[in-house]
């Protein structure tokens, strides 16, 4: 227990001697809307439930927040929410009530905390974000255990671990360094640089070398105490991920950024793979597939994921395996964060010049390549960015849109525009760019 206590002394001081990140205050990440994407409860929400959620009253913790710029962005990507923030770094903790005071978020609270001391609080929570936390605590199942503890029974948790695979060169040269004695206390400019001066002195071709020392940790010292000398670093595999969730009693929802895990995506061409891979992959379990995953191509740094409490009920449907008559009862909205002028007029600039209109260029992240509609396409889904539409009003503004086959010169069918409109909606739903909701 004293070791913990001390480790977790040793993390406090580093960062009350640096807080992270080092971003300047007045930065906003208003107009980043892949990042706010991410964040935006919405993107959770609708994975787990296949629902559409509002953000205004719900309660949001950052639990680590660090300089707050975390808080900052969960506070622009959840309109009307309530942003409370913890660190166990005091000087963390008063630069982050500075940030969003500074962007006028009054509607946040800020404290000095450990985990354990969450349920202090008084609060149950709608999402808990622990970014860049989980990895660095003694026991990750205790961190959980006291998240899950303070989350609504809807409620979903983001937590990151940092990946034993993809680090382990870091982590390697962090037990030489620990070995020198330079991680005995906070790393300042003396350890930062010696680590400098012994990865300059070796030979270019040294693996540890090759691997972990990059071009950008001879300038940024952020970036040498984030992965050279960072106190308490530890990495895990997906199967210890699992093995925490389930000693948390907690159940995965989905990897943060998916569709980097997607392992159909590693094969040079997925239609065609060996027998024994076509009959075995699909039947493996999530878990085993993102383990898979990970020893074949270990390139992600976090094993970022979304949790929750366990669900005795089914699964909700995925749009995808809705019927015809499903979808005719079905309200569609744009996803928040493309629901914005900047985006709008993009699109309304493209459909005057009847030019093929980039929808993933605003937010790429779980697209592998570029999502393009064609201007028609773009036309029919313009009444989104004014707010909420039936599927079936979409079906007569695409018949408007559309009102002839192009190689018969018929008027289009009823039957063939629910088709058309079922597939067009139903290829962007799959990044969640559009949202869809069957009302009962």
Known sequence: MNNQVSELERIRQQFEMAPYPTIPLEESPKEATNILYLHNLVTAFYLKNHKITDTKDKIILDVGCGSGYTSLILAEANPGAKIVGMDISEKSVELARQRLRYHGFDNSEFYT???EELPSLNLQFDYINCDEVLYLLPDPVAGLQAMKAVLKTNGIIRANLHSSLQREFYFRAQKIFKMMGLMDGPPEELEIEIVREIMRSLKPDV?????????ALETDVEQVRANL???????????????ALKAADLEFVSM?????????????????????????????????????????????RLLDFWCAHPIESANPRSASEWSLAEWQRAQVQ????????VVKKKLIEHITERQPFNISQFIPEPAKTSVIVDSHI????????EGSQSFVSLVKRWQAVKPVDPI???????QVALEEVRQ???????????LAEVVQ
Not at 207 to 215: E, I, N, Q, S, V
Not at 229 to 243: I, N, W
Not at 424 to 434: A, I, K, S
């Open 113 to 115: 905390l450990t985990a």
């Open 207 to 215: 693996y540890l070398k090759l691997m972990a020392w990059k071009p």
């Open 229 to 243: 000398l960072l106190q308490g670093d530890k990495g895990y595999t997906v199967k210890e991920l699992f093995a």
């Open 256 to 300: 943060v950024k998916w569709r980097q895990w997607e392992i159909m995506d590693l094969f040079q061409d997925p239609n065609d793979l060996p027998s024994f891979l076509a009959m075995s992959l699909p039947d493996i379990s999530v878990e085993e597939r993102l383990h898979l995953f990970e020893l074949l191509q270990p390139v992600n």
């Open 334 to 341: 744009l996803h928040p964060q493309l629901k914005i002028p």
């Open 378 to 385: 773009a036309t029919c889904l313009l009444p989104l960015w």
């Open 408 to 414: 018969t010169l018929e008027p289009l069918s009823e």
């Open 424 to 434: 067009f909606l139903g290829d962007l739903e799959v990044y969640l760019y559009v």
